[in-house]
Every structure is written in C-alpha cells, then in structure tokens.
C-alpha cells in the first residue's frame, strides 16, 4: 500500500504534469509565507552552497580515497578556519561509524560512489542554532544541520533524520546521511544536547575556551551566547576554578538539563527545520508544492544514541512528521513492562527496565576484574587499560572482595566469579569477548561520569564521585590542555574523554594520591586499582544498594542516588511508535549497549504495548556488535587475523531500503528474525556476498522457523 504522503506527492506532480501539457507551463504554484520555526535562534541561520569539486555536502571534499586517508590538516593549528574544521569533523565523524577498510566492504557496501553514483555531491546546507530551555547558570545551544543534495529527488520528496551517535557533534551522523544522498533525499542532522560543546576551565585556555557554531574557538568574552556551549561567570564557578584549575566542563555532562530527556523534541526539531529549508530552497519554483508532513517523506534513523535520538522522536511525534524508522544498535532504555525475554533454551529473563547507566555502572564496577578470567585469554585487545600500572585489574578483583563485593579470597577465583556476576545481570556469554577490549579503552569509566553527571544534573564544581574532566601531564598530575589540541576539539573529539576524546582526561580528585590521571589513583583500599571507589559510587547511584559503595552512605549520597534514578526515568521510553513501520537492527555480540536491555527489552515492550497494531521488526544479527569501525582493526581474531564480525551497517543501508520500498511502493517489511552472517575472516567482500545464502545474507522475508523472533503469552522469544 503507498503511503500518503507519497500518493499525495504524486498527484500533486501529476496534476503540475496535465497542466503543463495542456496550456504550457502551467499556472504557478502558491507559496505561503515561510517563517523560520520560532526554535530557531535568531542570527544564526546561514546556508551555504558546495559546488561538489572543491567540497561537497558528505566528504568535506575529500572524496571516497580522501576519507581512507590520513586526517585533513589546518594550514594554521592555532588558528584552523570554519571551513577546515566542518571537512575534518565530517572525516572524523564517518570514520567513527563505518569500517573504513575496502576489505570490509568501504566502496562496496557503503562508501562515497558505492552505490556508482557521484563521490562528491553539491548541494545547499543549512545551518542553525535550535533553542533550548535550560538552566540559568549556562549558554546551551542545539546545532542542526539540513543537507539538500542538487540531486534532491523532486518526484520522492524524502528526508533521512541521522541524529549523531555516542556524544558526537552534529555531523556524528554522516555515515547514516550518506545512504539518503545517494537516493537523492534531504538529510536532517540535528544536535542532542552532547556534542563537542566543550568548556575549556581557567585562565591559560580562556583565549580558546569554547566553540561557536562552525567550531572555532575563541574565548567566552567573545563568543557569548553564539557559544555551543558555556558555563556563565558565578560564584560556583569562581571558587571551582581557584580550587580545581584548568578542568573541563562537557555538553553531555554537565549543561544540567539531563538532554536525553528531550531527544525526541530535538530530533523532530530537525524535522521541521528540515521542511523549511526545503520550501526555502525551492521557494522560486512555482512547480514545486510547498513541503509539509503530509506530502514529504521521513524516515528517521540513526545508530548508537543517534538511533534512541529516532526512536524518541516517533514515540513522542504528534505532528505527523515521521512515515518511517530504521535505526541499529539503539541506546533507548525501555521502561518496565510486563514481558519476558527467551533466548534458546535459557530460562526466561526480566529485563526490569534497567537503563543503560544500570549497566554502564554494573560494568565499570565489576569488569577490570572479570577481564582477568581465563575463559577471555585470547580477546582481541586483552592489555591491561591504558595508562595503568601493571596489575591494576588484579587489584580491582582484590578491592572487590575488601569491600565484600566478591566471597573468594583467592586471587585465580575472584575474575570468575566476577565474570559469573555479570552473566547472571543481565550481560550474556555472547557478549563475554568485548570485556577485555572495551575496559582496555576505558569505556565504561569513561561513560559513568558523563552519564552519572547528566542524569544527576550534576555542575562541574560538584564532582560527582570524587571525578572531572581535564589533561594531564605525563605523570597524571591534572595541567592546561594546550591549545593546538583545544582548538580541534570540535573536528577532532567524539564528545566524550578518553579514547577518542582528544586530551580531555578522567581525574580521580579524591584519590589518596590525589587530584590525578584516574587509572594512577590509589584507592581507599590502599591499592591502585582503577579507582575502585569512584566505580563504587557510580554503581551506588545506579541501585541505591549501601553493599555496592562498601560504606554507610552520607546524606550527599543519598541525595546523589535520587537525582540520578530520577534522570534515568525521565529517559525512559514507552514503546509506543503508533502502529508506525520500523526497523530495529542490533549486534548479538554487541558489548556495549546489551540487547537484553535494549532491543530485545524494546521489541517485548512493543508488543506488550502496541499488540496487533505493532509494525515492529526486529532483526538480531549475529556475529555483529557495537563498532564496526573497529571490525578490521581493533577486533581482529588474534589466532588467526582475521575479521570476526558482520558489518551491522551493512544491515542499516539494507533496512533504509526495505523501508524506503515499503512506504513508496508497499512491499512487506522483513519480520523479526535472526540474521545469521558469517565473519568474513581474511578475505575481501565481494558483491555476491550480499546474496541469499552468502556471508552477508539479506534479512528473508520468509525466515526459517528457527530463525523467527516472536511474542506470546508475554514473552519474547529469541532462536539461539
């Protein structure tokens, strides 16, 4: 069946067609008045046009070889220009989401010109701050971004939403947009209140403390309120920066509005940001029916927290702007419902609506140790963390048990029953292989802070768990970070520290050789353990449980528990897409964001919610997990070199067009099934590859009965 708002876009052409033929050009089409969308901050509209050779709207002007290569330059580190940094976010952001290799499909499956069509597409961008109601101690702006391709398809009318994922900056979302220039659709990009709106703390930074809206930084004085972010002059602040110099502040942590609670409104901002573009873009064409809901196609998709970005969106749309959602490995912490999971032949499970903080916090506790277990020897990356001493999991297993977290007093048992802690919460064996890997990079601490803070609304002068952000010397003693490194945060960060935040640290300031790098902290066990009694309250925020801090807690802390379990139910969703299609793709071996409480949990959620009405298919792709960018990298079988996972990417461009297909043309969407790929080892993709009973099998649209995924009697049952 055609959906309606594609049956109306076809009449209306039809109609402009007839009239054509029969009297010329026809009469002119009415365009109604077209003001900006009162979110909109005033003054930081602009648009610009890419001629698609000296730059483009996906590449940056790099072209498909120019994304495989090295990072782009500036001419000027201390002073890169708007224009540098927008091509370098756009090759940071890409590289982030995608295998970049040509053996894992770059250039096949996905990659500028795979689809043989142009590597460079010029078209307008618009860009805008989106308004925000928040607190009144910070400037807190929301960044879109709206891409209309030359090439925009003026008989489809479509528009692809790809929200950032992780705590990306507004281009988090370009490997997703790709897929949507290439069919010749708009691409909506609108920021989640994360992003790169860092606060650079102090008086050697202040000349490059903050970012504008194109990146360039410059200090708060000047920037003001055009500022992504900044945390306006108080007595707070005052007494912080005396007593704590050169920390930095982050958009995700600490602007004290808990942003995941209003994805959704951001997202369908971007929405009808997009809409308005698209009337301004074609204004001059009396041919062109003005774009509204009803008439243009949205598919909402996204990965990661991109994708709970969507999924948010469409629950929460009353407008009508959404026809549509595709979205992988969402990070969307369903509320609790009356449904369990099976998976095979394990007794059934009840995810409890636990959030995603529940399991960071669980994680960040008990996996420096469980990482040690020898049923793990083997993983890729199995290296103790980075910037650690030698042994400093063995002590976390040892913390563990002093503060009665763990019954064994010896050192060979405790990762094991760890390990055997974890299995039993929720954290499942096929998820076993990313502890090593994703503790390695310090995932897990990295991600209490940031969401432990946000939840909590916590400011940066409060310091939730003894922790802030900031560089550090060589010898973990907190400094300033320089500025060369400052003034690419916006192309160069991922938004979060650590890892892929560049020179933005952890620092452990009650540690007992304290205030420094968190990895070097000695903890109150005596022990240089990875901060185990910053992993403690963090995981004590999360239940509320005393056991879990190994102390009695203070009024502080109690006070500190409410705030965040009250910002992780208002995060919460419902399950509810109003009988809208979608598609939701996740890894089964995704260590990061686990299907039993993502999903698997939202899948059973809907079905409890939505009934017959539900037009839900879930797909489960095994073996697929969390960063494809690491595929060909990172995630390497050690024994053999070889690729161990399927592209889940692959799987997203596969679901956009099953969608596309269904809302223009009513072809069945895939049910819910699992996937079964197999890992491409050491041997390149090949087109063939993406075939019924190839390595990459498309989803079938009559799966075999042990592949099905279904709901009765209230429990959701997965094949093994």
């Known amino acids: 069946m055609y959906s309606r708002a594609f049956m109306a876009v076809g009449a209306a052409l039809a109609l402009a067609a007839g009239a054509a033929d029969a009297k010329g050009p026809g009469p002119k089409h009415h365009h109604p008045a077209n003001p900006l969308p009162g979110f909109v901050v005033q003054g930081s509209l602009s648009k610009t046009h890419y001629d698609g050779a000296a730059d483009d709207l996906l590449t940056g002007g790099l072209g498909a070889a120019g994304l495989q290569g090295a990072a782009p330059a500036f001419a000027d580190p201390l002073n890169p220009t708007a224009a540098e940094q927008r091509t370098r976010a756009i090759y940071g952001n890409y590289r982030g989401v995608v295998d970049m290799s040509g053996a894992g499909g770059y250039g096949l499956f996905w990659g500028p010109g795979s689809d043989g069509g142009p590597e460079l597409f010029p078209g307008w961008e618009y860009k805008a701050y989106a308004k925000v109601s928040g607190h009144r101690n910070y400037i807190n702006n929301i960044t879109m971004v709206v891409q209309i391709p030359d090439t925009f398809d003026l008989t489809r009318r479509c528009v692809i939403m790809a929200p950032p994922s992780g705590s990306r900056g507004v281009y988090g979302g370009i490997a997703v947009g790709e897929w949507g220039l290439q069919q010749g659709c708009a691409v909506a990009m609108g920021g989640k209140g994360t992003g790169t709106g860092f606060h650079l703390l102090g008086d050697e930074t202040a000349d490059y403390a903050v970012d504008d809206i194109d990146g360039v930084a410059g200090s708060a004085a000047d920037i003001g309120r055009g500022a992504q972010f900044l945390v306006k002059p108080n007595a707070h602040l005052r007494r912080f920066n005396q007593d704590f110099p050169n920390r930095i502040a982050t958009k995700h942590a600490h602007s004290q509005i808990n942003p995941e609670r209003m994805w959704g409104r951001f997202a369908l901002n971007s929405v009808e940001f997009a809409l308005w573009a698209l009337n301004d873009r074609f204004k001059d064409d009396d041919t062109v029916p003005a774009f509204r809901p009803g008439n243009t196609l949205v598919i909402a998709s996204g990965v990661s927290n991109g994708a709970g970005v969507s999924v948010h969106a469409l629950e929460e749309d009353r407008q009508g702007l959404i026809d549509g959602l595709v979205v992988s490995e969402p990070s969307m912490n369903p509320g609790r419902g009356r449904f369990t999971i099976a998976f095979g032949d394990d007794a059934p499970f009840d995810p409890a609506g636990q959030t995603l903080y529940d399991n960071i916090a669980m994680m960040g506790l008990y996996a420096p140790c469980a990482a040690l277990d020898p049923s793990l020897d083997g993983s890729p990356f199995d290296l103790d963390p980075l910037q650690a001493p030698l042994g400093s999991r ?200 686990f299907p039993n409480f993502q999903s698997r949990a939202y899948a059973g959620l809907n079905a409890q919610r939505e009934g017959r009405r539900s037009k839900l298919s879930y797909w489960e792709v095994t073996p697929a997990q969390h960063f494809d960018t690491f595929i060909s990298t990172l995630f390497l079988n050690p024994g053999t070199g070889g690729a161990q996972f399927a592209p889940l990417h692959f799987y997203l461009t596969e679901g956009l067009q099953m969608m596309m297909d269904h809302l223009t043309h009513g072809d069945a969407l895939a049910p819910s099934q699992v996937i079964r790929a197999t890992a491409r080892g050491t041997a390149a993709y090949a087109a063939g590859d993406a075939t019924p009973g190839g390595i990459l099998p498309p989803p079938s649209a009559v799966p075999a009965a042990g592949d099905l995924i279904t709901f009765s009697g209230g429990t959701l049952y997965v094949p093994q």
Do not use: M
Not at 404 to 414: E, W, Y
Not at 467 to 492: C, N
Not at 523 to 529: F, I, P
């Open 394 to 593: 063995q002590n976390r297993c040892t913390a563990l048990y002093e503060a009665g977290l763990l019954t064994s007093d010896d050192p060979a048992v405790q990762p094991g029953e760890a390990l055997a802690f974890l299995n039993a919460n929720g954290y499942y064996a096929e998820e076993n292989w990313g502890i090593p890997s994703h503790e390695w990079l310090n995932l897990w601490r990295t991600l209490n802070l940031t969401y432990g803070a946000s939840y909590g609304r916590f400011a940066v002068w409060e310091q939730v768990c003894g922790l802030s952000y900031g560089e550090t010397d060589a010898a973990g003693t907190p400094t300033f970070l320089d500025e060369v490194t400052g003034r690419a945060l916006f192309a160069d960060s991922s938004g979060i520290p650590l890892g892929a935040g560049a020179g933005v640290k952890l620092i452990a300031e009650d540690a007992a050789n304290g205030p420094v790098l968190e990895n070097l902290a000695i903890s109150g066990y005596g022990l240089q353990d990875l901060n185990v009694d910053g992993a403690a309250c963090f995981r004590y925020l999360s239940t509320g449980d005393p056991a879990d801090l190994g102390r009695a807690p203070t009024f502080r802390d109690i006070i500190a528990h409410a705030r965040v379990r009250k910002g992780a139910r208002e995060v919460q969703t419902d399950g509810n897409l109003h009988g809208k299609p979608a598609i939701i793709i996740h890894g089964r071996q995704d260590a990061l964001v």
